[in-house]
């Protein structure tokens, strides 16, 4: 069972830069591919960064494109979202994500961790 739990996030200024965990309690989801997704205030929630289960695949929204890096540590079974150059439109909350459909299993949600970017 996937049991994912995100820290880090904060309040920030403008330009400055946050390290968002996601780490796995339950320890199976090594081999699933992950992503961050976040959801601004009022707003739907987007995909911000996907990776591969080994890591050597990512992608990433135009908007974080260059400023984000997504990593993982499959040994530590953590997600890690490295954001630098941040921006008042980076404001929301952080959720990573497992995707079990490889598996035939569900797709997984942490819990949230706001991020607050002041101007």
């Known amino acids: 069972q996937v049991q994912l739990v995100e820290s880090g996030g904060g309040l920030v200024q403008a330009g400055g830069s946050l390290t968002l965990s996601c780490a796995d309690a339950?320890?199976?989801?090594?081999?699933?591919?992950m992503a961050w997704f976040r959801q601004a205030p009022g707003k739907e929630r987007e995909i911000a960064a996907t990776?591969?289960?080994?890591?050597?695949?990512?992608q990433y929204a135009d908007s974080v494109k260059g400023r984000f890096t997504i990593s993982r540590d499959n040994t530590k079974n953590t997600l890690y979202l490295q954001m630098n150059s941040l921006k008042p439109d980076d404001t929301g909350v952080y959720y990573c994500?497992?995707?079990?459909?490889?598996?035939?299993?569900?797709?997984?949600w942490g819990q949230g961790t706001q991020v607050t970017v002041s101007s």
């Open positions: 994500n497992a995707d079990g459909s490889l598996f035939f299993d569900r797709s997984y």
């Open positions: 339950g320890r199976t989801s090594r081999t699933y591919a």
């Open positions: 990776i591969s289960w080994s890591g050597a695949d990512t």
